[in-house]
Every structure is written in structure tokens, then in C-alpha cells.
């Protein structure tokens, strides 16, 4: 029986099921930024590991401001590296940044109906690696209200795929993990390791970062693969 539900965010709620590395992507496209997608891959994992390592985002800032951080640390390695110019910096760091932030608004607000649907039946909490600042995220887009709940990595010191973050969301909620389902759109670190302890998973299946030779048997073991987060309904009522 179904008696919680445990949502990632970051690529889930805020891109539909896309990995963000796609969504920047395609801003890069759409600002006319000169780079190759290999070059770009690099200065985004350039990014993403200097997240991890140094507290530059911080408790207050929305998403508007972890973006134009991590814009900003892509288009400064790609300029050290001497890779993009000045003004392509800029599109980065302007152009890019806002069309990512207002994806994300778009895709939140799509998201809300959904939500608002399916915590009339379940309690929610939200199991997400971020930085610490996801209360600000979520209350700059409205959906704070949603989660009273909230797993947060850099607050609990687990950070996914370790399936013990998983574990802290059911017991948040009060509940065993196979009572939970876990909505999330990365196979390694949301559908795998919460299928690890007994949670049933929905995986809403995007553009990824990356694809595996395990996708067809993970999703056999799912309750359900769905391509936009509107689908939770048919499945969760």
C-alpha cells in the first residue's frame, strides 16, 4: 500500500525530467554561445564539483542566484581556458542564467496542480541534494507549502545515492520505506537506491545526462516511467 510520497526536486520538479546539463544546454544554443557541447560538459562538471567543494551558495539565495552562480563559474573556465570570449562570458553569465531560472519558473508553476492533487491523499517530503538553500527555492517559487518535510543533503550530511537519505525521508514521514514511492529522474541516484531499501518508484524519464545498460530491467522494476510530472496522477489517483 501507498502511504507516502518522497520527491526529488533538482531535474523532477523544477525541468520535467530533464537533467539540468540539457537544459543548460540548450540555453548556451539559444544565446548563440560558441562552444563546443564537449567543452560546455566539462565547464558544467568544472561547476558542479566546485559546488560541492566551497559554500558559495548560501541559505538565502533563490534560484535566480544559484544560477547566475554556477553560470558564472562555467563561463569563467571557459575563459580561462581561453575557449569563449568576453562577450560570450556574458551571454553565460546574463543570457543563460535567466533563460535557465525561467524554465525552471515554468516548470514549477506546470507542477503545482500536480502537487496540489496529490497531497489532498498523501503526505509529501522532498529528499533532494542541494545547498542548503532549498527553503529559499522553493518559497520563491511557491511551492514551499508543499513539503513540510524536507531531506536536504547539505543539511543532513547523506547526500544521494546513498540510499540512507531515502531512509531519513520515510522515517520524516513516519513511515517504513516500502509504504513510500520515490518520484525522481535520475536512475543512479534516485530510482536505484530507493529501490535498494524496498521504496517503489515512479521515474519520470527525460533527457539525461548520461544512459545506461540497466534502463530497461530498472524500469521493469518500477511502478511506473513517465515523461511529463503531469502523469503522476494516473498512477498515484
Not at 102 to 129: D, F, G, I, K, W
Not at 150 to 175: T, Y
Not at 178 to 196: H, R
Amino acid at each position: 500500500m501507498i502511504k507516502g510520497l518522497l520527491f526529488d526536486y533538482g531535474g523532477t520538479i523544477d525541468t520535467n525530467g530533464r537533467h539540468w546539463a540539457e537544459v543548460l544546454w540548450d540555453a548556451y544554443v539559444a544565446e548563440a554561445v560558441s562552444v563546443t557541447k564537449e567543452q560546455f560538459r566539462q565547464a558544467y562538471v568544472f561547476g558542479e564539483r566546485t559546488l560541492a567543494q566551497r559554500p558559495l551558495v548560501l541559505p538565502h539565495h533563490h534560484f535566480g542566484d544559484v544560477m547566475r552562480i554556477k553560470c558564472g563559474l562555467q563561463a569563467g573556465f571557459l575563459q580561462e581556458r581561453g575557449e569563449i570570449s568576453p562577450r560570450d562570458a556574458f551571454r553565460i553569465t546574463d543570457g543563460v542564467s535567466s533563460r535557465c531560472y525561467n524554465e525552471a519558473r515554468r516548470c514549477t508553476a506546470n507542477a503545482r496542480q500536480t502537487l496540489e492533487h496529490l497531497q489532498l491523499n498523501y503526505p509529501m517530503a522532498l529528499v533532494s541534494n542541494f545547498y542548503g538553500n532549498i527553503a529559499a527555492v522553493l518559497d520563491d517559487f511557491g511551492l514551499a507549502g508543499f513539503f513540510p518535510h524536507i531531506v536536504e543533503s547539505s543539511v543532513v550530511g547523506i547526500r544521494k545515492p546513498n540510499p540512507a537519505i531515502f531512509r531519513l525521508g520515510a522515517e520524516a514521514l513516519g513511515l517504513l520505506p516500502n509504504e513510500c514511492v520515490v518520484i525522481g529522474d535520475s536512475e543512479s541516484k534516485d530510482i536505484l537506491p530507493a529501490q535498494s531499501i524496498g521504496c517503489q518508484t515512479i521515474w519520470i524519464k527525460g533527457d539525461a545526462w548520461e544512459t545506461t545498460d540497466t534502463e530497461e530491467q530498472t524500469a521493469g522494476d518500477c511502478l511506473a516511467v513517465i515523461s511529463d510530472f503531469r502523469e503522476l496522477i494516473n498512477y498515484l489517483g
